[in-house]
């Protein structure tokens, strides 16, 4: 006989030697599965920045792959979830920039480029360990030995062959191009790193005058008054009749006295403003288009540092101004009032309205973009995107939730091409050399990538300088499917495992990600990088507002591990999801998770002591109801959850679970048994054995879940009762299989029958406050029909010792007794006699007390309901919610009023 479990379930003294057990027997390493031919299984992680530590919503996302990677495992296949981190270029040098001037005040600029990366390197060895011990600690069964780091050699490598793949393939290009520009971080941004935010501000109204036309003006409307100092023209509707006479005129631009001309071009609205845009090249990407349309010069304004410079203003008549003079070196914003102010005194201030416009932010500091004119390098995505979404349109990817397969289209059809070079030191150089005798740019060969050139290809000379550009963090990330599978190698790995099976991940990354990591696995593999995408949601606050710094509102997964345990935390996060839906989380939300664990726990602990090695008995020779319930309940159980994971439905196999385990198997079974365990012979042959198969089948399907406890349970409760051929480790074990044979309908019907007549009795033992103790007596239950009278009959027993009445009597249609307890079950109704059990006044007294109390609570909800505003506005959740409470209440009340109609 095994070992009794512990009293009490502490998961802290048995996670950390059990995933040290994991890890050192080499399951978590899909080859020698495939060895024996098993089918592959492969997600590769979507690796975490090297910024600091994980936070609930890696937690959350990567439960879910943790969870299909155990039960693809446990169902056979060659399962392999791949591990790494990301160098997150811009985010990384931003803490470490930080940290440098919290420890020293040192700028990075202060260490110069070599010194600064040295001190990145570092704070990536230093976080990349704790992340690495974060993941190990919520329990995920990652592949070790296969780990990859985005800037690691191989990855390096890797991203080299793609960009000069991608020049041979005239798909790369360097142009002077208008950027989104972070003055802050001092880098260019893709579109998708500026998010569009909504803010308010002012749409100021400034009038130009026309040269030679005395007194004559046109009005523009400009959001960046900041931005005038460049503009080279105004431009109207060719179809605005207001301005036909102007076009082709020439204005005189206000403080700097430079003449531009009025052209007409179809991009402007007339309807916005005043009809009229000025239009300044150099600093909006509409106005760089119709720049270059009208073949106008590009004048820059600004510094990378977003201040106000003259140099290109000198040649103009108000050069020499002190207006001008007086604007030199200020930053961006304080321009702009500076010549709100000028133009009024000008007298060409036309007044200003209060206006909200999209302002794009940089996706990491938070600081205000401004498009930006600079030379970077792009990838041309026009042919990428149109490969991806022919793809998509051939159904080579299953989106879930499937909704975002539209918004995923939506996106590639309207791809515009991805600016990929960054001005940080801290990422993948750009493997270009410029050659400084004859300015020629030096690409190597992609058959030669990894090897600097020593000459300039052109002229031959030595003097090469690389380019001081890195490249956007997702040019990595854009070939982890494959680059970590060993590409541009064709590697076993990369012929075995891809593509791979599933990729999670959030909605915020389609296109940053997913929808690159399509157009490069087209590109460089000719195939898509995975079959399927499932798109998590968001974790939240109790408030519904994202888990933020500034807000203090995070919960830290590892704090919540120490505090409830990692089972509690993965299976209180996959219970409280709904397909696709964001989560509203709070920490005592874990306590469901808990109390699920302590609850398996102390029900195999009874299971153990009750198991003297293995049964004597088959299960399935078990005749009794509720050993035929239960096995019918389990198979069932074990066809929804199997189905359910299939199809990606965490969240319901997470439910049917739960319902399964705490209420079939621990509330109803364990206790229906527990006096046949005490008996002698094939009764208890029969109950034991039972409760082996169902313990065996319940953590089996709940060790993706649970896989803690699961282990544990295994070991020190089920192992020990079966063969000696029986796997040594869970992890490694089989999925419980499919048993249509074991489907018992007509058990399932009768023991609903009997459960329904235990709550019931259960129910008015609760409303007339019977002491816990006590067992009263006469129950009366009153069948509907002969069926459920027989039902009732042969199971007599479970009815006293499960309702805990003294004695009961059993008949069809039996009338209710004077000053009787009621409630109606599944099959008839209980009457419960008082006279002489309890105090009938009191009690009465007390109903309707209770009754007013729910009447209330019933007009309170129903007024809620009907506030059309609130079932408008309010999560769906939320209303919901409400509706079941409606019902719950409705439902007590109704029980309450049959009762008092026969007390009175």
Known sequence: MAE????????????????????????????????AGAQPFVIVIPPPNVTGHLHMGHGFQQTFQDVSIRFERMRGKAALWLPGTDHAGIATQNVVEKELKKQGGKRRQDLGREAFVTEVWKWKEQYEKRICTQMRAIGQSLDWSRYAFTMDERLSRAVRVAFCTLWERGLVYRGKRIVNWCPRCLTALSDEEAEKQPSKGHLWRFKYPVKGMSGRTVTIATTRPETMLGDVAVAVNPKDERYADLVGKTLVLPIVGREIPIVADDAVEREFGTGAVKVTPAHDPTDFEIGDRHKLERTVIMTPEAKITLEALGGFAGAGSAAL????????????????????????????????????????????????????????????????????????????????????????????????????????????????????????KSAEATTDPTRCEKCGSSKLRQDEDVFDTWFSSWLWPFSTLGWPDKTADLETYYPTDLLVTGRDIIFFWVARMVMAGLEFTGKVPFRGVYINGTVLDAQGRKMSKSLNNGIDPIEM?????ADAVRYSLMILTKEGQDLKLAKEKFVQGRNFCNKVWNAARFIGMSLDGAPKAAASSAKRLEDRWIRSRRAATVDAVTKALAELRYGDAAEALYRFTWNDFCDHYLEAVKGRLDSDGADREEARAVLLETLEATIRLLHPFVPFLTEELY????????????????????????EPAARDEQAERETEILRDAIRATR??????????????????????????????????????????????????????????????????????????????????????????????????????????????????????????????????????????????
């Open 325 to 444: 003079q007086a604007l030199a070196g200020l930053d961006r914003f304080d321009a702009r009032k500076k010549i709100v102010e000028t133009m009024e005194a000008l007298g060409l201030l036309d007044g200003a309205d209060a206006h909200e416009n999209a302002v794009g932010r940089c996706y990491r500091c938070d600081t205000v973009v401004e498009p930006y004119l600079s030379d970077q390098w792009f990838v041309k995505m026009s042919v990428l995107a149109k490969k991806a979404a022919d793809a998509q349109r051939r159904s080579e990817i299953t989106f879930t939730p499937a909704r975002w397969e539209s918004f995923y289209l939506s996106w590639l059809d309207n791809a515009r091409d991805w600016c990929v070079s960054r001005q940080i030191w801290w990422g993948h150089r750009v493997p270009v050399w410029w050659c400084e005798a004859c300015n020629h740019m030096n690409v190597p």
């Open 4 to 35: 009794p479990l512990s009293p009490r379930y502490e998961p802290a003294t048995l996670e950390g030697r059990l995933y040290a057990a994991w890890e050192s027997s080499g399951h978590f390493s899909p080859d020698a599965r495939t060895q």
């Open 763 to 904: 129910n008015l033992r609760a409303v007339f406050n019977f002491p816990a103790s006590s067992k009263p007596g006469g129950a009366i239950y009153s069948a509907a029909n002969a069926a459920s009278e027989e039902v009732l009959r042969a199971n007599s027993d479970l009815l006293r010792e499960l309702g805990r009445v003294a004695d009961l009597k059993i008949g069809v249609e039996l009338p209710r007794p004077q000053r009787s307890g009621v409630d109606v079950f599944e099959g008839g109704a209980l009457y419960l006699p008082l006279e002489g059990q309890v105090d009938v006044a009191a009690g009465v007294e007390q109903l309707k007390k209770k009754a007013e109390k729910l009447e209330a609570g019933l007009r309170a909800v129903d007024a809620k309901l009907a506030n059309e505003k609130f079932v408008a506005n309010a999560d769906a959740e939320i209303v919901e919610a409400e509706r079941t409470r409606r019902a719950e209440l409705a439902k007590e009340l109704a029980l309450l009023n049959r009762n008092l109609e026969g007390l009175q």
């Open 561 to 565: 591990i120490q505090e409830y345990g």
């Open 715 to 738: 070991a020190g409760v089920v192992r020990p009762s079966l063969s000696a051929a029986a796997q040594p480790m869970l992890l490694n074990g089989p999925w419980p299989s499919s």
